[in-house]
């Protein structure tokens, strides 16, 4: 059998200020560093041994694995950084509150961005755009590719690329997978194995910092699944 863990990063500090995050680069809060290092103490306590690991571009999502990975004892195993699997990209909404987006574009509306499997906010621009830092990271991405506000929908493309790509084969190979990303990227992944409805996936919560197990046969066949659930949960998961 092969296993795939899939944990979302520890609390950043927009999580705790309740604003939309997407790929503005957003670092750890204390908290959100206890609940990595909880994750890892669980995973070890549960004996999953790791063969590698992948992790968004993001700082949150990057610190977030070393911490869980010094927790295990297993900082040796290769990483993967994958643009891929950044978070969702919230557009114009980016930095802002849910209050605020709310005022600005009313509650339904809003709420349709959040949750909607094919609903796309407005583009970045003005001030928002300070947020999100093209830097080198990306640099050797075509500009088309990288984009301005997503849908879930579009969210799930890319990451069906580095599962087809990359995690799939791993796994086939029998290999114990690591994946520490995003709510809306882990809500992709999640939809891609489990195979959950356009309607479902984006009520699907996925706690900061809490493991979710899957086991496969050799020919991917999902056998079991389970949430490792721990006690330092994040104050928000809305975005």
């Not at 290092?37 to 990057?62: D, F, P, V």
């Not at 195993?77 to 643009?83: A, C, Q, S």
């Not at 980016?94 to 909607?116: F, P």
């Not at 029998?174 to 959950?196: D, F, M, Y």
Request: charged letters at 25%; one cysteine or more; glycine letters at 8%.
């Amino acid at each position: 059998m092969s296993c795939l863990v899939i944990v979302r990063h520890g609390e950043s500090q927009w999580n705790l200020e309740q604003r939309f995050t997407g790929w503005a680069d957003v670092d750890l809060t204390p908290r959100g560093v206890a609940q990595m290092e909880r994750a890892g103490k669980t995973l070890r306590q549960h004996g999953i041994e790791l063969n590698e690991a992948y992790s968004s571009t993001l700082t949150r999502s990057i610190r977030s694995l070393w911490i869980l990975l010094d927790a295990i004892g297993t900082l040796w195993i290769p990483v993967r950084i994958d643009w891929r699997l950044n978070e969702r990209h919230y557009g114009a909404l980016t930095g802002q509150s849910k209050m605020q987006a709310e005022k600005e574009y009313g509650a339904a509306l809003v709420q349709r961005w959040r949750r909607a499997y094919d609903a796309e906010p407005p583009p970045i621009s003005g001030e928002s755009g300070v947020f999100v830092k093209l830097d080198r990271r990306y640099a050797g991405l075509p500009a088309s590719t990288i984009p301005t506000g997503e849908s879930l929908l579009q969210t799930v493309a890319r990451v069906s690329e580095t599962w087809r790509e990359s995690i799939a084969p791993a796994l086939r190979m029998g290999q114990s997978v690591l994946v520490v990303a995003h709510g809306n990227s882990l809500r992709a992944l999640t939809k891609i194995i489990e195979g959950t409805a356009d309607a479902d996936i984006g009520r699907l919560e996925i706690a900061n910092g809490e493991p979710r197990v899957y086991e496969f046969d050799s020919a991917l066949t999902l056998i079991d699944k389970r949430v490792l659930s721990q006690s330092l949960q994040s104050a928000s998961d809305i975005l």
